[in-house]
């Protein structure tokens, strides 16, 4: 649990108060007392994240099937420790956008959802090749099966002569293989972001070379839903 | 079987100006407050959505938030 006494009374104090709603209101009044109040407050908001978290746990228990309950719950009861601690720390940046528990929900959610992937990740090697080319399709019309086929064939020849080894290696990983990007940063010891803008450049890269050699700019969009 | 569009969209991505998983976390709250509210989400906050189509770690975290903000409304 969380030890009220080490956090920082001042920055919470300079959290608005402007446009809230009531409920945000009183957390935040709440927060900021410098009493018995605010220890119960402290409680109160992990208690809030600890169900947030548990939510978090339980809909991607699936990723986790040699976990028991008990298990599950201690990755939650440390998130919601961990999102308490996070919670408190950015009180002052919290501008009233959005009401009180939304944002801090967001972190409970966040912290669960990072340590059920990497738990769901921790024996596994990354694959950095991909285990299978996912462009044979079954379910598309004859028309349809040419022009991706065609598309397929263009793009992995596309992946292997204009992208960086770095961004091969990233774009293969994510978004052929499906590992978690917090995952991946996490190996490569870099952040969550740096690790989604190589694949954001990758994939603009991919993008136009797929225009320069004759695939209509749309074509991506048309595959949507 | 595999679904070849989903494969391949999972490889090209949205192909639209989108927010960073930094930015996305920083505005998370608010776009699911306006999406819970019946708000044009997408149009307040342009490139959430194409980085939340992008991004399946940031999916699934606003997919849990919008989910929780709902249930809390129902019981409100
Ligand atoms: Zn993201």
């Not at chain 1, 309950?69 to 201690?74: H, M, V, Y």
Request: proline share 5%.
């Amino acid at each position: 649990m969380i030890e009220p006494a080490a956090l920082d009374i001042v920055s919470i104090e300079r959290a608005p108060a402007g446009l809230l709603d009531d409920e945000s209101l009183s957390w935040l009044e709440a927060l900021r007392d410098p009493g018995a109040r605010r220890d119960a407050a402290i409680r109160d908001l992990h208690a809030l994240l600890l169900r947030a978290a548990r939510f978090q746990v339980r809909r991607r228990r699936h990723l986790l099937p040699a976990c028991d309950g008990a298990e599950l719950d201690d990755l939650a009861e440390h998130a919601a420790d961990d999102a308490t601690m996070a919670v408190l720390k950015r009180v002052e940046s919290y501008e009233g956008r959005s009401r009180f528990t939304t944002w801090a929900y967001k972190f409970a959610i966040m912290h669960a959802a990072v340590a059920v992937r990497r738990a769901a990740w921790q024996h596994r090697e990354i694959p950095i090749e991909p285990a299978d080319w996912p462009f044979v399709s079954d379910n598309a019309g004859p028309a349809e099966l040419a022009e991706h086929r065609e598309l397929a064939t263009a793009l992995r020849s596309a992946i292997d002569t204009v992208l960086t080894r770095h961004q091969r290696t990233v774009l293969i990983a994510l978004a052929v293989n499906q590992v978690p990007v917090d995952v991946l940063a996490e190996r490569l010891s870099t952040s969550r972001g740096a690790v989604y803008k190589t694949l954001h450049d990758a994939r603009a890269k991919l993008r136009q070379e797929l225009a320069a050699v004759g695939f209509l700019p749309g074509i991506a969009e048309r595959l949507h839903d | 079987m595999t679904d070849t569009p989903r494969a391949l969209r999972r490889i090209l991505g949205p192909g639209e100006q989108e927010l960073s998983c930094e930015e996305c976390f920083e505005l998370l709250d608010s776009y699911v407050d306006l999406e819970a509210a019946g708000v044009d989400a997408g149009q307040a906050m342009p490139g959430m959505w194409p980085h939340l189509l992008g991004c399946p770690a940031c999916a699934d975290e606003h997919d849990a938030l919008l989910e929780l903000v709902r249930d809390d409304e129902r019981s409100r």
